[in-house]
């Protein structure tokens, strides 16, 4: 059966790499929430669509945005991943005790997880990095505008080495932005891993302080992939 893994940790602790890693070696699909979400707002559609216009501006000031909303997206597009018969790996999501576990008759991620994957083939891997590195790696950060590619700081070239995109740097990795989304991660994802351990489920806690191959090792011996 397929394997569904969720990777949590603060921003700029490396979870879209290593989900980006998983993807090449292992054969799993990245739903990567937040990159999906800013395609939707950098759309011509954003600009009339009065929810996104609303997301939108939750999303450039840092704070999470409806967990109704993204729970929806979320869930259609991870069971139609899993009904095709290939591995998923999210980084970050869900973000919030409503996504990860509904209220009333709205179900949640995880349940929809477990449907899909099996309880035993779920794994939870949270990566730990200090705020100053989250402030210094995503302040630095520039990306690629047409496949989201992060270019190295060592990097000389003026566009992606991938497709050759011009760069561009997210509203979203301003410090001081930077700083709610730190604080928004401890108040409304972090008791998320809390929770799914008291519901059974392993979670993996590793050091993203190394270099994302080190990382990516370390990944891979937790998840028992190598």
Known sequence: MSKAVIIYGPPGSGKGTQADLLARKFNFIHLDTGRYLESLFRSPKAKTDPILKREKANFDSGILCSPEWVLKITR??????AKAGYNLVFSGSPRTMFEAFGGGKTKGLTESLIKSFGK???SVVLLNVEDS???KRNSHRVVCSQCGLPKLESAKLPHCALCAG???TRSLDN??????RLKEYRERTYPIVSEMKKKGFTIKKLDGESLPYKVSEKIIKALKLG
């Open 76 to 81: 259609e597009e991870s069971e139609r991943i």
């Open 120 to 122: 035993e083939n779920i």
């Open 133 to 135: 590195t989250s402030i």
């Open 166 to 168: 011009t760069m561009r």
């Open 175 to 180: 410090p001081e932005v930077i700083k709610v």
